[in-house]
């Protein structure tokens, strides 16, 4: 079962992948994750995505479609996978298509989370994650069960985002309202759209999506 999973930033992509990879054994493919490792690592990649990613804009559809489709050939995603943060333009849609269609693959399902946007704001604000694992918190929603230690692998840092106030998500959220938005028709015209609840609680969001995915 290979999915995509489409919504603006703090909709919650991240953390149903998560769930998804955790309890269906499926491959979560972040962009955002991918181009955070390359900043950091000082790639070539990395060095040209920085500012950009920093100031909230997107990076080139050249440098994510690369990125994708070189890691759609590796093993491990065979037992299905989650696009996250991907695409995010028409422009990545139509590449995505004819990556896929090369590579011998296909998409099953386009889940988008609708959530208030007015909500989304204090949810990337308040967000954090282990530095070990990369498991997500959020001041608000979901604190470790023991202060300062992580759940997961008892870590002790955390970090946050730099793209993460208030000022650029409003820039990625108009990123999202013109460029990534409109590439919903493209895939309802497939009829592989379902919406999904994204202001439920994490679980009951995880369960909708479970309910479209079927066993
Ligand atoms: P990316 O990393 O993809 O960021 P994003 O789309 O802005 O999404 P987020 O990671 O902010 O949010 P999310 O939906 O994953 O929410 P999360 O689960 O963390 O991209 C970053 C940048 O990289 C872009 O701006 C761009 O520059 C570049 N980029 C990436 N892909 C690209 C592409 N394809 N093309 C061009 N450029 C690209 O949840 C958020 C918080 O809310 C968490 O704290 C969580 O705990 C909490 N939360 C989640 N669900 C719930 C819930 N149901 N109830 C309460 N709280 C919840
Ligand atoms: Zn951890």
Do not use: W
Not at 95 to 119: F, N, P, W, Y
Request: hydrophobic letters at 35%; proline letters at 4%.
């Amino acid at each position: 079962m290979n999915i995509i999973l489409l919504g603006p930033p703090g909709a919650g992509k991240g953390t149903q992948a998560s769930l998804l990879e955790r309890e269906r054994g499926m491959v979560q493919l972040s962009t955002g994750d991918m181009l955070r490792a390359a900043v950091n690592a000082e790639t070539p990649v990395g060095v040209k995505a920085k500012a950009v990613m920093e100031r909230g804009e997107l990076v080139s559809d050249e440098i994510v479609a690369g990125i994708i489709s070189e890691r759609l050939d590796a093993d491990d995603v065979k037992r299905g996978f989650i696009l996250d943060g991907f695409p995010r333009t028409e422009k990545q849609a139509q590449m995505l298509e004819e990556m896929l269609a090369k590579k011998g693959m296909t998409l099953d399902h386009v889940i988008e989370l609708k959530v208030d946007e007015q909500a989304l704001v204090e949810r990337v604000e308040g967000r954090f994650t282990c530095a070990n694992c990369g498991e997500g918190y959020h001041d608000k929603h979901k604190l470790p069960s023991v202060e300062g230690k992580c759940d997961i692998c008892g870590g002790e840092v955390f970090k946050r985002r730099p793209d993460d106030n208030a000022e650029t998500v409003r820039t990625r959220l108009q990123e999202y309202r013109a460029k990534t938005a409109p590439i919903l028709p493209f895939y309802e015209g497939k009829d592989m759209v379902s919406r999904v609840d994204g202001m439920a609680s994490m679980e009951e969001v995880h369960s909708s999506i479970v309910e479209v995915l079927g066993s």
